[in-house]
């Protein structure tokens, strides 16, 4: 069965960069979540999607945004990267009043 | 947000060994999940579980909602079982979540 697909598994960027990750979510799933774990800690809740609309948001910075595309993609943006958004990155997907499943997730180092 | 705790938060168990583990919430919840984190990082969903009790092989799980816990039963542990096990709960379509885990250690 397909799950959800992340891409790049790794990612090393210099301070104040640019990053985008991208998440292909289950087909037919209706909710696009992304969450942020750093090191030690667990996962934290960024921003989620539902139908491409943005439906809640976390604990994102503002240097962070995010977008759901016509084709259900989505794509998370982080610009001015610091050394502490060092961290995985995972996207979910879900149908409503289902369970969530998690892609690989996106690790992030910030040099 | 709704609190979720874990206990216990680290766990170390002979290979063979049974164990559960537990999650407390602090609201009402619609939905709940069992994670398993494998030392690569992966996420794995174990139960979608926000009430009643599910079996899968050698893994369990419980939840009571009226009283706001859930229990994970691990018997006849591996070494493959090692990793952080958490819980995470949400409402309605919103966000899940997480509590902090138990980190289990299954040694041969």
Redesign the interface.
């Known amino acids: 069965a397909a799950g959800v697909i992340q891409s790049p598994r790794h990612l090393i960027k210099e301070k104040r960069e640019t990053a985008t990750l991208k998440c292909y979510p289950i087909p037919r799933h209706d909710?696009v979540?992304w969450y942020q774990q750093g090191p030690g800690q667990?996962?934290?809740?960024l921003i989620?999607f539902?139908e491409k609309m943005q439906?809640?948001k976390?604990s994102i910075p503002d240097r962070f945004s995010a977008q759901q595309f016509s084709d259900y993609h989505s794509e998370l943006n982080m610009s001015s990267l610091e050394l502490g958004d060092s961290a995985?990155y995972?996207c979910a997907s879900s149908l409503?009043?289902?369970?969530?499943?998690?892609g690989?997730?996106t690790?992030l180092t910030v040099v | 947000g709704i609190q979720v705790e874990q206990s216990p938060p680290d766990l170390i168990l002979q290979e063979g060994a049974n164990s559960t583990l537990r999650c407390n919430f602090s609201d009402s919840v619609?939905?709940l999940?069992w994670?398993h984190q494998n030392p690569w990082?992966?996420?794995i969903?174990l139960f979608?579980i926000p009430s009643g009790t599910k079996q899968n092989g050698r893994l369990s799980a419980t939840t009571v909602a009226t009283e706001r816990y859930s229990l994970l039963y691990i018997s006849s542990s591996q070494t493959t079982d090692s990793g952080v096990y958490?819980c995470?709960v949400g409402t309605g379509?919103?966000?899940?979540?997480?509590?902090?885990?138990t980190r289990l250690t299954v040694i041969p």
């Not at chain 1, 409503?96 to 998690?102: H, I, L, Q, S, V």
């Open positions: 909710t979540y667990d996962p934290q809740f989620s539902y439906s809640d976390g995985l995972f409503t009043n289902y369970g969530y499943t998690f690989s997730g690790r | 619609n939905n999940q994670f990082g992966q996420l969903n979608y958490f995470a379509a919103n966000n899940l979540f997480f509590g902090t885990g």
